[in-house]
């Protein structure tokens, strides 16, 4: 039997490796399981949800602009945003047990076709960049993140080549 106390002997060891002393009854955690922010939760489903929404409206909006395969491509890419906000929205149902009622959504204000393509180009990496790191810590719904990762990734290679074929 030890006759030492815990917060005495962490204190002495704090003093003798020129640590500070932090003294709590909490068990200890891991500093990066501290520093992790949470997988998911409801208002990221919400901005998320109205991000693809605002996307869907967007490249509604530049087919309308545009015309022939460039048009066919980009209604392609606006049905795509369409199903990713419901997949987030079944997603948003399951975890919340509500439906998402996100704010209606408007279009990007577009002057030059070829500028909003460019400006979509770097939405679309980000948003790849966003759902590759959601699919690392969102446990069961890895799968659907990760689909979502490859949908925005294919969606920066085809606006890629839309602008190769525009300029």
Excluded at 96 to 122: D, F
Aim: glycine share 4%; hydrophobic share 35%.
């Amino acid at each position: 039997m030890s006759n030492i106390d815990p917060k005495q002997a962490e204190r002495v060891w704090s003093r003798v490796m020129g640590a500070s002393c932090q003294i709590s009854d909490a068990p200890k955690q891991n500093p990066q399981m501290r520093e992790q922010k949470p997988a998911l939760n409801e208002e990221m489903l919400l901005d998320l949800i109205e991000d693809e929404l605002h996307d869907h409206a967007t490249y509604c909006h530049l087919a309308c602009m545009a015309c022939g395969c460039v048009r066919r491509t980009l209604q392609s890419i606006a049905a795509d945003e369409k199903r990713h906000a419901k997949m987030l929205s079944a997603m948003y149902y399951i975890l919340t047990g509500k439906k998402a009622c996100p704010e209606p959504s408007r279009p990007a204000c577009v002057a030059c076709l070829n500028e909003a393509l460019r400006e979509q180009y770097a939405g679309e990496l980000k948003g790849h960049r966003q759902y590759a790191e959601l699919a690392q810590r969102a446990g069961e719904h890895a799968c659907t993140f990760e689909s979502l990762a490859a949908d925005e990734c294919r969606h920066a290679q085809m606006l890629y080549a839309l602008l190769q074929h525009c300029l």
